[in-house]
């Protein structure tokens, strides 16, 4: 990437692949900063019908012609997106024409210096819950956060914000790509830490285990880590002035009760000896653990442990975290951006804590390189599930390796569990009728994967319709 100039004095930012919720969220905090903002992405979307509404000009394709828009004006600076191939041809024209041309590690690190305090949440699974619960809390105790986190936070309709009463960003860091490395942290948190994009850490998970060390040693304030992650834990053990959270007996911030309810749940936390509940309107033992790490960063940060716990109780979730979606065929239906086993396995036990008669998963494995390395392990993930359907594999943006399908995922979930039965639905076309020919009146269908899938939904409501 070249970096000659820099956005701090862009006047024109031009986003590659905008769709995204990364980069999607750049594209509105840099709005919302007084730039002007184009992007384009390889399909349309919902994202840029919105994008579109806020006043961000976004086109369909990647191509060099997008760099001198009917306007004429041309982009000082384009921003791309990790996944993004560099010999892309739009990237490379901008490249050859002496633009600016940022990652987006290096885009974050201007965002993250737009404010004077900076708190990041990162980990395997649950940042974008806990860094969307940071942002509600100091919302709502009137401390004016702005934020960047990967998924629409249904109270404010939005994954980004500048606030220019604020002091505290709220930054959900990526692990994956190394950018959450690449920016100041005034408090770092760490939700949990498992083996994924190992191929962006040298196929080591020593290294991105180093990789969160660092992230965690470099922050220039407290760390906030969840302690039931046994590798968080070893990390912790090095930083006897750490704020740790979860059931584990020596935790400071210890889950001593959790108690499922009809609206979400009930958790009990107990610091220095006190045990206060704390109702939310999410169930599931890993959305209250989000939680309380949500509770632990803000205190960092000066919030009041009551104000806290009192200001949970009105957040909504964010979108794709086991958001509800419709009822068809007198079925619940719900999406999930679980891509992962485990992020499958926990979701999975959210929906069995629903009182349905049965959980349909419709699950979409991503990426060739995640199958390929991790696919073996989505066997034992479907315990809570009574019908497994298995769409095609979402490539994102790789190319294909041979022999790496989804029928690597079934062979694994078959192999597992002989008796659940699990259908196989390749093509797109075969998943419209999945809420008529596969699930009935008072199950949970639940939609897993971080790719395409989320449209699905769009194509149930669409045949409901024609039924």
């Not at 002007?36 to 000009?57: F, K, P």
């Not at 390749?426 to 994967?449: E, F, H, K, Q």
């Amino acid at each position: 990437m070249t970096n000659e100039r820099g956005l701090a004095d862009a006047e024109h930012l031009h986003v590659v692949a905008i769709g995204g919720y990364a980069m999607s969220a750049i594209a509105r905090y840099c709005t919302q900063l007084g730039m002007r903002v184009s992007g384009c992405d390889v399909t349309d979307s919902e994202t840029l019908t919105r994008l579109r509404a806020e006043g961000i000009d976004c086109v369909v394709g990647h191509d060099p012609s997008h760099l001198v828009p009917e306007s004429g004006a041309r982009p000082d600076v384009i921003s791309v997106a990790t996944a993004v191939r560099r010999d892309l041809p739009e990237v490379a024209a901008a490249v050859d024409a002496g633009l600016t041309v940022l990652s987006r590690g290096e885009t974050m690190v201007f965002v993250a210096g737009t404010k004077p305090q900076v708190a990041v949440v990162s980990g395997t699974h649950g940042k974008t819950s806990t860094s969307a619960m940071v942002s509600f809390v100091l919302d709502a105790v009137d401390a004016h956060p702005s934020f960047f986190v990967g998924g629409t936070i249904a109270d404010f309709g939005t994954n980004a914000r500048y606030d220019a009463a604020g002091e505290w960003l709220v930054v959900e860091g990526d692990e994956s790509d190394h950018s959450f490395l690449d920016f100041r942290r005034d408090v770092a948190l760490v939700t949990n830490i498992e083996a994924d994009h190992l191929d962006r850490w040298g196929d080591s998970f020593d290294s991105l285990v180093a990789g969160f060390a660092q992230f965690i040693d470099t922050a220039t304030g407290p760390a906030v880590l969840c302690v039931d992650d046994a590798v968080v834990a070893s990390l912790a053990a090095t930083r006897p002035d750490a704020i740790t959270y979860g059931a584990t007996p020596d935790a400071r911030l210890r889950i001593t009760g959790y108690e499922p309810t009809r609206g979400g749940c009930v958790v009990e936390i107990t610091s220095d000896g006190d045990a206060r509940p704390m109702a939310l309107r999410l169930r599931g033992r890993d959305m209250a653990q989000n939680a309380v790490g949500a509770v632990a960063l803000a205190g960092a940060t000066g919030v009041d442990l009551d104000a806290a716990i009192a200001a949970l109780a009105d957040f909504h979730g964010v979108a794709r975290r086991f958001e509800y979606k419709a009822n068809l065929n007198g079925a619940d239906c719900y999406d999930d951006y679980a891509h992962t086993a485990t992020e499958i396995r926990t979701t999975l036990a959210r929906a069995r804590e629903g009182g349905w008669s049965r959980v349909v998963a419709v699950v979409q494995p991503h990426r060739y390189t995640r199958i390929q390395r991790h696919g073996h392990e989505f066997g034992d993930a479907f315990d809570d599930a009574d019908v497994v359907v298995v769409a095609g594999l979402d490539p994102a943006f790789e190319d294909p390796i041979e022999g790496v399908s989804s029928q690597i995922v079934i062979d694994a979930i078959r192999a597992a569990r002989p008796a659940l039965p699990v259908i196989d639905r390749p093509d797109w076309d075969d998943l419209r009728d999945v809420p008529w020919s596969v699930a009935r009146a008072g199950d949970c269908i639940v939609t897993l994967g971080c790719g395409s899938i989320t449209n699905v939904h769009r194509d149930w409501s669409a045949e409901a319709q024609s039924r």
